[in-house]
């Protein structure tokens, strides 16, 4: 994969996640489709996200989409202490709608500004 600068690694990172969570969405859905309420969808797609980055995050400090641009999420202090916390703090501030914004005037989001945390490529 050729090198990318920050911004177009996290956009790229953005793409391939959305796109891993649109198929697990897609594949719940249609093998639930029976048994999930329309109304209980929104629901569904919201626990669904929030796990996505979560576990993957905590337990990997990698989404999908950043193993594939070969990148992870590290401490952006020195202190590696409560870095679960900080997980948990940066997949909740996902949920914030300005968060994706905030890469039009800054290379860390929201949701890295606030669980001290960044983006670096291995």
């Known amino acids: ?6 911004k177009t690694l996290r956009l790229v990172n953005f793409l391939i996640d ?3 969570y649109f198929l697990i969405m ?3 859905l249609i093998l639930f489709k029976d048994v999930i309420p329309q109304q209980n969808v929104k629901w569904i797609s919201i626990i669904v996200y929030f796990l996505y980055y979560f576990i993957l995050e905590s337990t990997t400090e990698q989404t999908i989409g950043k193993i594939i641009t070969r990148s992870k999420v590290v401490s952006s202090t020195e202190s590696k202490n409560y ?5 948990i703090l ?3 501030t996902r ?4 968060d994706i914004l905030t890469y039009l005037f800054s290379f860390r989001g929201l949701h890295d500004w606030i669980s001290k945390t ?3 490529k291995l």
Do not use: D, K, Q, Y
């Not at 870095?83 to 997980?87: E, G, K, M, Y």
């Open 18 to 20: 959305s796109a891993i």
């Open 26 to 28: 897609f594949g719940i």
């Open 1 to 6: 994969m050729p090198e990318m600068n920050g």
């Open 83 to 87: 870095f679960f916390l900080r997980i």
């Open 90 to 92: 940066r997949t909740m």
């Open 118 to 120: 960044t983006v670096n």
């Open 95 to 98: 949920f914030i709608p300005i």
